[in-house]
């Protein structure tokens, strides 16, 4: 199930803005640049240096929602009877 972005504070979806992308607040940076540049290796810092206008506090508030939303991983040793 998708995430609902509508309760993240950090992010807003603004038609005509990135055609309605999830960005983060205030910018025109889009989520998927964060965690594609995370997948890539990335760090925090890093990406923060990278986008003009994006915070740390604004990635790390985002980070901190989908860890929320995220369900936990099942442990493999349960996963078979």
Known sequence: MPLDWSQ????????????????????????TAVFENLED?????EIVQMFDGLTRE???????F??????APIPPNTLSS
């Open 8 to 31: 993240c504070a950090a992010v807003e979806s603004v038609p005509g803005k990135v055609s309605g992308a999830w960005v983060f607040r205030g910018t025109r940076i889009p989520v």
């Open 41 to 45: 290796g990335l760090t925090i810092k």
């Open 58 to 64: 604004q990635v790390q508030a985002v980070l901190d």
């Open 66 to 71: 989908t860890a929320h939303k995220t369900p």
